[in-house]
Antibody, heavy 120, light 110 residues
Framework: EVQLVESGGGFIKPGGSLRLSCAASGFTFTNTWMSWVRQAPGKGLEWVGR??????????DFAAPVKGRFTISRDDSENTLSLQMNSLRIEDTAVYYC???????????WGQGTLVTVSS | EIVLTQSPGTPSLSPGERATLSCRASQSVSSSYLAWYQQKPGQAPRLLIYGASSRAAGVPDRFSGSGSGTDFTLTISRLEPEDFAVYYC???????????FGQGTKLEIK
């Protein structure tokens, strides 16, 4: 059974940093592209960024609102995905979901999400 | 940049009725990269349809997807009480890499 379990959310002041983690199990993590998707309270879904598998280059891509502030990394030995968020802004407040990239650019498995609240 | 616009906004239907949800792209997109998700309150989204018309594993056959070019449709043939939720369409573009969601359609029970 595929499982994605996020951790690391919390309350942070504007300008601060936070690191989210996602523990993956039930599939071959090494071969899988992974993304983060967020959802502000009461709002829709927004893709944050993606990391390819190492065999496909291991490169990352980000949505414009977070580019230059967020980084994504992966530890294939621990089946763990991370999202490092720097220079946080109030508008980064959201539930952050760890998601598995399926074939065709869809998201076939989702974690339960972790809430990040940026407020002074 | 592709924009996905979903309609209608908040349809009110009764169990047993047919629901037709629309997703319109601002320019023609490949149906291979069009997906639909269902999200219930307090839950993570769930993949329903990928490649515009293929059902994900475990999705009941009352859910179907269709469309091409700029117009895509999610149809629920006979609404069950558990189908009242928010539905999102999503597209993937590779150059530059971008995953775009529609704003969502909230299906309400009448």
């Amino acid at each position: 059974e595929v499982q994605l379990v996020e951790s690391g959310g919390g309350f942070i002041k504007p300008g601060g940093s936070l690191r989210l983690s996602c523990a993956a199990s039930g599939f071959t993590f090494t071969n899988t592209w992974m993304s983060w998707v967020r959802q502000a309270p009461g709002k829709g879904l927004e893709w944050v960024g993606r990391i390819k598998s190492k065999i496909d280059g291991g490169t990352t891509d980000f949505a414009a609102p977070v580019k230059g502030r967020f980084t994504i990394s992966r530890d294939d030995s621990e089946n763990t995905l991370s999202l490092q968020m720097n220079s946080l802004r109030i508008e980064d407040t959201a539930v952050y979901y760890c998601v598995r990239d399926g074939y065709g650019g869809n998201f076939d498995y989702w974690g339960q999400g972790t809430l990040v609240t940026v407020s002074s | 940049e592709i924009v996905l616009t979903q309609s209608p906004g908040t349809p009110s239907l009764s169990p047993g009725e047919r629901a037709t949800l629309s997703c319109r792209a601002s320019q023609s997109v490949s149906s291979s990269y069009l997906a639909w998700y269902q999200q219930k309150p307090g839950q993570a989204p769930r993949l329903l349809i990928y490649g515009a018309s293929s059902r994900a594993a475990g999705v009941p056959d009352r859910f179907s997807g269709s469309g091409s070019g700029t117009d895509f449709t999610l149809t629920i043939s006979r609404l069950e009480p558990e189908d009242f939720a928010v539905y999102y369409c999503q597209h993937y573009g590779s150059s530059p890499p971008m995953y775009t969601f529609g704003q969502g359609t909230k299906l309400e029970i009448k």
